[in-house]
């Protein structure tokens, strides 16, 4: 069964923090792809003497938001107008929301190696529905 096969992908880039007023400042994103949770992509953002924020982002909303704008709610992706090597990564929380520009290539990379490990329309195979199931329930949800 492919469930017990873990794969997991891992990548390190710079998304830039855009504020309204145009100040730009980099932030370090670890994005981590697991074949255990093969519909989302876990993004670590470090936000300097605060720590981190997690995010976790549906793979086919990454895969979209390169083409074309995609997203409701409190993830929107899509290419930036007038400069095709950028995408906007916008999200918002109760706490506050940010908007980065990434750069297209590195994360159409990553989301080529996540292909790799599990191909896309594969990724059921990869769900282990009774731990998903238990987790799930563990929540009280």
């Given at each position: 069964?492919?469930?017990?096969?873990?794969?997991?992908?891992?990548?390190?880039?710079?998304?830039?923090?855009?504020?309204?007023?145009g100040?730009?400042?980099?932030?370090?994103?670890?994005?981590?792809?697991?074949?255990?949770?093969?519909?989302?992509?876990?993004m670590?953002?470090?936000?300097?003497?605060?720590?981190?924020?997690?995010?976790?982002?549906?793979?086919?909303l990454?895969?979209?938001?390169?083409?074309a704008?995609?997203?409701?709610?409190d993830?929107?992706?899509?290419?930036?107008?007038?400069?095709?090597?950028?995408?906007?990564?916008?999200?918002?929380?109760?706490?506050?929301?940010?908007?980065?520009?990434?750069?297209?290539?590195?994360?159409?990379?990553?989301?080529?190696?996540?292909?790799?490990?599990?191909?896309?329309?594969?990724?059921?195979?990869?769900?282990?529905?009774?731990?998903?199931?238990?987790?799930l329930?563990?929540?009280?949800?």
């Amino acid at each position: 069964m492919m469930a017990n096969d873990h794969d997991t992908v891992l990548a390190t880039m710079i998304f830039d923090l855009v504020a309204p007023a145009g100040v730009i400042a980099p932030v370090g994103v670890e994005l981590r792809y697991d074949s255990r949770n093969p519909y989302e992509i876990a993004m670590k953002l470090n936000v300097g003497t605060d720590g981190q924020v997690d995010w976790v982002i549906a793979r086919d909303l990454l895969v979209d938001g390169l083409i074309a704008e995609a997203g409701e709610g409190d993830v929107r992706i899509g290419p930036r107008r007038g400069f095709p090597g950028l995408v906007v990564i916008e999200m918002s929380s109760p706490s506050g929301q940010a908007s980065f520009e990434v750069n297209a290539d590195q994360l159409a990379g990553f989301l080529n190696d996540t292909y790799d490990a599990v191909a896309p329309g594969d990724e059921h195979r990869w769900m282990n529905i009774d731990e998903a199931l238990s987790q799930l329930l563990s929540h009280n949800l």
